[in-house]
T-cell receptor
């Protein structure tokens, strides 16, 4: 099964802090995604990418930057973290954008105090 | 943004019973439909997909899709305690950049 690894597993920062969430997939998938999951909102897409150097805007991009440095690595950046960004963040990868299943990492729990 | 609505929000079923979950979508051009399952504290994992009208069965799980009524559903036969999880439905179109949109989810608890 496809392997998607996220780090860190847990992160606590303060308002205004700078946070980078990392994701690596080892199955040469073309697409990588960052989602946030919140009670009452489900999974919401922040940013996604279909290859190294590519970035596409998702449904809730405000306050987030992302960068795909290689086929394997996708990073999510919060440059001025706010309490509203406290959430569970999932990275995922897939071969296709809609007709292929997503493989999710185990998630990063971020708390912004 | 494409809209996906799930119902019910939660349900409790006795072990061995049939569980039925519903999903409605707003975009009639939707082509790809998936159900994901997320056990507590774990990552979501793809369960089943359907890409054309009708029914698809895999073991105890059956998906129905009716594009005309903008509705698809998941049915679990002989529900087990291990089926207790959050079930997420999702859809996507076939145009470039048409990404998956997830519903909020239905939380299922199967009581022994």
């Amino acid at each position: 099964e496809a392997a998607v690894t996220q780090s860190p597993r847990n992160k606590v920062t303060v308002t205004g802090g700078n946070v980078t969430l990392s994701c690596r997939q080892t199955n040469s998938h073309n697409y990588m995604y960052w989602y946030r999951q919140d009670t009452g909102h489900g999974l919401r897409l922040i940013h996604y990418s279909y290859g190294a150097g590519n970035l596409q805007i998702g449904d809730v991009p405000d306050g987030y930057k992302a960068t795909r440095t290689t086929q394997e690595d996708f990073f999510l950046l919060l440059e001025l973290a706010s309490p509203s960004q406290t959430s569970l963040y999932f990275c995922a990868s897939s071969d296709g954008i809609s007709n292929e299943r997503l493989f999710f990492g185990h998630g990063t729990k971020l708390s912004v105090l | 943004q494409q809209n996906v609505q799930q119902s019910p929000e939660s349900l409790i079923v006795p072990e061995g019973a049939r569980t039925s979950l519903n999903c409605t979508f707003s975009d009639s051009a939707s082509q790809y439909f998936w159900w994901y399952r997320q056990h507590s504290g774990k990552a979501p994992k793809a369960l089943m997909s359907i890409f054309s009208n009708g029914e698809k069965e895999e073991g105890r799980f059956t998906i129905h899709l009716n594009k005309a009524s903008l509705h698809f559903s998941l049915h679990i036969r002989d529900s087990q305690p291990s089926d207790s999880a959050l079930y997420l439905c999702t859809r996507a179109g076939n145009s470039a950049g048409n990404k998956l949109t997830f519903g909020i989810g239905t939380r299922v608890l199967v009581r022994p």
